[in-house]
């Protein structure tokens, strides 16, 4: 016979035997029912810490991933304006390029592999957001971009692809102003 050993599976076991275990007899009768045993509160306790501990976890994570992109943008960024001021059209054009593609992956909180993990955490029921997700204010699976800077990040993305052909260094900063405005803040730790 094979036995499922999960902490989980572990936990239920020692509970029903706790619970089911006769008490002492100066005990019975004293409390209205059986007491949970001081160890598996303890240990249902430490359980909890390590699944808040998860969730911080992937905060930061995400937060590293958008702050990761925001640096890419911004050397993209770089390298547009320098094209642009030495009127090098096709390294404009690649650099404007970039910088739209990496403004929509920080929209969409990452590429294609990361939107692959979030799928996959939410297939098995987890929603980081799931209280703002009711209400609106987060896609499914999202953690740090809510809609609406997912909203105006992808609208910033299309305007500076816009751009490609013959991007204009004010033009461009402009459009990467708002970009930061609604990045700025979702790189900021949580309280």
Known sequence: MTFIRTPVAILAVASVACILAPRPAGAQGTAPGPTTPAELVATYQSLADGILALKRAERDVCRSILAAANAHAQVELTR???????????????????????????????????????????????????????????????????????????ASSKAIAQMATAP?????????????????????PAR
């Open 80 to 154: 547009a304006q320098t094209a642009i001021k030495a009127s090098d059209a096709k390294t404009a054009r690649t650099a404007v390029e970039g910088l739209a593609a990496t403004v929509g992956q920080l929209a969409t909180e990452g590429d294609s592999a990361v939107a692959g993990v979030r799928k996959k955490l939410v297939d098995g029921g987890h929603h980081h957001n799931s209280a703002a997700e009711a209400q609106g204010l987060f896609d499914q699976g999202y953690v740090i971009v809510t809609r609406d800077a997912k909203a105006k990040m992808l």
């Open 168 to 188: 204009k260094a004010d033009a461009l900063d402009a459009e990467w102003k708002k970009v930061a405005a609604v990045v700025d803040p979702l790189l900021k």
